[in-house]
């Protein structure tokens, strides 16, 4: 299948400092990312990425620009959902 990437993402053992493991929204997703020239976000935002999933299925938008220093970034929104919500973020990009 042509464009067929596989991500392999390396095992980690990073906790939150009270021990808790951070929150997951889901353990499992297929993800489909999208190497982008420009992301389509909030007016008058410029986003380096971008993170939308249902049922499981993601789709991961990445400006090319910022491939691959943002993919972690996105990655925790598929399995974290808002994981920075109320407030922007560049951590892990």
Sequence with gaps: MAGLALLALGGCASQQPSGQPEPVARTEALIHVRLVDEIDYKPGTHAFGKTQCANNV????????????????????????????????????
């Design 58 to 93: 993601c789709v991961v938008e990445l400006l090319k620009s910022h491939y691959p220093y943002c993919l972690g970034h996105e990655i925790r929104h598929v399995f974290e959902d808002s994981w920075h919500a109320g407030r922007e973020s560049l951590e892990s990009c």
